[in-house]
């Protein structure tokens, strides 16, 4: 035990717990952000780190879908059809990858980190099309119209293979992918629903990704104890300060690290366009980037509120677009105190 408690270990701590705080006040997927965040901390290869933060995810999903489940808040038939879509593909993803780089332990690693970096931009560009349509929603009047609405068998398939795809190779892509594809299918779906709906059919899906990627790569506990022990803790005390933060920056800042993460992995990886691997790695681009989306993307958004009627700035925030009882309590207070 003692060979385990090393500086490692306590950086593997204090990412899990940061990343938990993240997860805890936006619900956002923790797979996005952890395993980045594990592969720039230089703690094991691509495949070790995806391994372990896909076991990890697996222990802490289970709380989040038993307590929504205990609520009521899934749609199980909705959730049976992704599971059944998701599951063979996220047992299979991680067999598809190592056949794919040849057995080579380094041709892995290059493609893993292609693969997340790729990823990455992807969830990045789905959680932003997801404000996109609750904008459009909030606008609209579609609300909570539609809790259970008839299920598309053949369609919601397809999005559990992608999303099993995607979380058997590179443990991105259970919350935010999953999500603006329910969104899409579904509109009428609750955002309570949504999420409760997410969390079930994500147990079944991460656990047979991370069972796949055991049975290949081995479970490395160096990685896994700390994340554990830091994730949690850090899920909890975000999930309680929630009500306090301004989490409308929060989830733009998201889009902005997703990013920059995504394009920091692929040049690191060596993709051709961007670098040659980690011994020519181009942080100022990286940087120049990440400022520019700081500056161009509150722009866009301004000119996309601008499109639908509302003002440059202010409400909805992006954290309330996501709140299904927004307008329904701003109407409210709208109301004269005596009627």
């Known amino acids: 035990m003692a060979d385990l408690i090393t500086t490692t270990f306590f950086s593997i701590l204090a990412a899990g717990f940061i990343v938990g705080i993240v997860v805890g006040l936006t619900g956002m997927g923790g797979g996005a952000l952890m395993t980045p965040a594990l592969i720039f901390l230089g703690v094991g290869d691509a495949a070790t780190v995806v391994t372990a933060d896909l076991t990890a995810a697996a222990i802490y999903k289970t709380g989040g879908a038993v307590t929504h489940a205990r609520e009521g808040s899934p749609n199980i038939s909705l959730a049976k059809w992704l599971i059944i879509g998701s599951v063979p593909l996220a047992l299979l993803g991680p067999w598809l990858i190592h056949a794919a780089a040849g057995g080579e332990p380094d041709s892995l690693d290059t493609l893993l980190k292609e693969c997340i970096g790729f990823a990455l931009l992807f969830a990045a560009a789905t959680y932003a099309l997801r404000l996109y349509i609750n904008l459009r929603r909030v606008r609209s009047g579609v609300g909570e119209a ?110 902005v690290v997703l990013t920059m993460s995504g394009v920091a992995l692929l040049d690191k990886a060596g993709w051709a366009p961007l670098g040659a691997g980690e011994d020519e790695t181009h942080p100022v681009l990286i940087a120049v980037i990440g400022l520019a989306m700081v500056v161009v993307v509150p722009v866009i958004w301004g000119f996309l509120r601008k499109e639908q009627g509302l003002p440059f700035m202010g409400a909805p925030t992006v954290a309330e677009l996501e709140n299904p009882g927004w307008k329904r309590r701003a109407e409210s207070r709208a109301q004269p105190s005596g009627e």
């Not at 259970?148 to 995607?166: C, D, E, K, Q, S």
């Not at 081995?218 to 975000?238: H, Q, R």
């Open 146 to 255: 539609d809790p259970n609405p008839p299920i598309r068998p053949v369609a919601t398939l397809l999005v559990g293979a992608l999303g099993g795809l995607l979380v058997g190779v590179t443990s991105v892509g259970s919350g935010s992918v999953i999500m603006i594809a329910l969104l899409m299918l579904y509109p009428g779906l609750s955002a309570v629903k949504l999420v409760g709906t997410d969390l079930v059919q994500a147990v079944p899906l991460v656990l047979a990704a991370a069972i796949s990627n055991i049975v290949i790569n081995g479970l490395d506990w160096a990685i896994l104890i700390p994340l554990v022990l830091g994730s949690t803790p850090g899920t909890i005390l975000g999930a309680k300060i929630a009500p306090k933060v301004p989490q409308s920056f929060i989830r733009r800042g998201i889009v």
